[in-house]
């Protein structure tokens, strides 16, 4: 069976500082990954998609990047963190081109001091 | 543009009674659409889906139930459990440019309390 994982679970970096949060997924070939930010009390924001090794759409302009050096390893990155980078950061996959539905991992707790 | 919300963002419920929690979409064009449960601290979990070519869809105690002439979507749950208790997305799929992957745009999420 498929299982995704994230790490770490919680993360509390200060402003400025480098982030690396990273999303496995197992039991799959060739998946869709996707990198979510989650607001306090709000829905799933899209962040960056990736349908293979090495490429990456991002959704929306910010501080953040994206990576995929693995068929199944999906990483987020920041040179700089900002206050408004905390949040809940889930990860997710779809099976490849008949993909529909995303399968979330347990997601990553950031907060920016 | 497009979007996906709901109508109500807090529904509280005695145990036992059967709960519907509603989204309205406004993209014509999305042919799949998801209902996801999230419990705190926890990522989204797959509840149930339906095509653009049903209205209806069954299962272990849930139903969703699609009309797309009002473009909404909705989730009944029977005999709602105290575990239940969670916040409820709806999420629509549309083919953007063309690409192969399925992008899905999320609601605002519903929040559900069952009381016991």
């Known amino acids: 069976s498929q299982t995704i994982h994230q790490w770490p679970a919680t993360l509390v970096q200060p402003v400025g500082s480098p982030l690396s949060l990273e999303c496995t997924v197992e039991?799959?070939?060739?998946?869709?990954l996707y990198w979510y930010r989650q607001a306090a009390g709000r829905g799933l924001q899209l962040l960056f998609y990736s349908v293979g090794i090495g490429q990456i759409s991002s959704e929306v302009p910010q501080n953040l990047s994206a990576s995929r050096p693995q068929d199944r390893q999906f990483i987020l990155s920041s040179k700089k963190l900002l206050l408004s980078d905390s949040g809940f950061y889930l990860c997710?996959?779809?099976?490849?081109?008949?993909?529909?539905?995303?399968?979330f991992g347990p997601g990553t707790r950031l907060t920016v001091t | 543009g497009e979007s996906v919300g709901l109508h109500l963002p807090t529904l509280s419920v005695q145990e036992g009674d059967n709960s519907i929690i509603n989204c309205a979409y406004s993209?014509?064009?999305?042919?799949?659409f998801i209902w996801y449960k999230q419990e705190s601290g926890k990522g989204p979990q797959f509840i149930i889906d339906?095509?653009?070519?049903?209205d209806k869809r069954q299962g272990q105690r849930v139903t969703v139930l699609l009309n797309k002439t009002v473009k909404h979507l909705s989730l009944q749950i029977a005999a709602t459990q105290p575990g239940d208790s969670a916040v409820y997305f709806c999420?629509?799929?549309?083919?953007?440019?063309?690409?192969?992957?399925?992008?899905?745009?999320f609601g605002q999420g519903t929040i559900l309390t069952v009381h016991p």
């Open positions: 997710a996959w779809s099976a490849g081109l008949a993909e529909l539905e995303q399968y």
């Open positions: 039991g799959t070939s060739n998946p869709n």
């Open positions: 993209n014509s064009a999305s042919d799949y």
């Open positions: 999420a629509e799929r549309s083919r953007a440019g063309g690409t192969s992957y399925g992008k899905l745009t």
């Open positions: 339906i095509r653009s070519n049903m």
